[in-house]
């Protein structure tokens, strides 16, 4: 099995989320059972205040925080000679359902692309992302990413698309021979800040040093909470930090960063 299958197998296993619901499922059936009522009803009684932890907590945020914190957010930059931004800012099978473009939570990336390829012309622009979908392969990113930056004023011929790769590694490695960076030159990395690490680490690996450009925060500066018609959004916020821990030691055991948690 490749690592891309057993990294998504494994994901749906740990991700705080469906832990969660797979552990009530149990409470439940538990509770159905002479001998194992008892368990059942503390099992249901952890994952309601494990919820509680998380919604009414800056736990959520306390997780997310070291790493939208690791890469300062840049304002000014000077020569580029060119930017890339990663997958999966765009909603592709979405987009074919209903034929309209879809975009994800990390659509800044999509809006921080086009505007630095407005204010920067003279740079190439690369566009990486396939299917990170484990059984829709043949669904790829593309089609809608050119379809969102064609609404915001992009031509189509501007930018290089990498259509193959899966995952990070691969929006990195592809990406690298699709475009030869000639050494001494400046690529922009955009991306959401939580993924920023990981991705940086992913490009020193390769030996391809990049400015890194983080964009889609998903915390506040001081952890303060959401609002209280807002309880889902701390435990998603949590799946996505998990998930990135969880990929940045898996990707240094696999030796496929240059640090286990990569720093300016």
Not at 3 to 23: D, M, Q, T
Request: net charge neutral; proline share 7%; hydrophobic share 45%.
């Amino acid at each position: 099995m490749s690592s891309f299958a057993l990294s998504k197998l494994l994901w749906g296993l740990v991700n705080p989320g469906n832990a969660l619901v797979v552990l009530l499922v149990i409470g439940v059936v538990a509770l159905r059972l002479p001998r194992w009522r008892r368990a059942g009803e503390r099992l249901i009684a952890l994952v309601c205040l494990s919820f509680v932890l998380v919604s009414a907590t800056p736990l959520a945020a306390l997780v997310a925080l070291p790493l939208e914190n690791r890469f300062p957010h840049q304002t000014e930059l000077d020569r580029v000679d060119g930017i890339i931004m990663l997958g999966g800012a765009v909603n592709p099978s979405l987009t074919m359902d209903r034929g309209d473009p879809s975009v994800s939570d990390a659509a800044e990336r999509l809006f921080s692309f086009a505007e630095l390829i407005r204010r920067h012309p003279e740079a190439r622009a690369v566009s990486t992302g396939g299917s990170g979908i484990l059984f829709g392969q043949g669904i790829k990113e593309d089609q809608t990413v050119r379809a969102v930056l064609a609404q915001v004023g992009v031509p189509d011929g501007r930018v290089i698309y990498e259509t193959e790769s899966r995952n990070t590694w691969e929006n990195a490695l592809f990406s690298q021979a699709l475009v030869a960076p000639k050494p001494g030159e400046r690529w922009i990395l955009v991306t959401s800040a939580m993924h920023m690490p990981r991705s940086v680490g992913i490009f020193r690996k390769l030996g391809w040093p990049v400015t890194p450009y983080p964009v889609d925060y998903r915390t506040r500066r001081n952890a303060s909470l959401f609002g209280p018609a807002e309880l889902d959004r701390p435990l998603l916020l949590l799946d996505d930090a998990v998930r990135e821990w969880l990929g940045l030691l898996s990707y240094y055991l696999m030796d496929r960063t240059d640090a286990l948690f990569p720093a300016p």
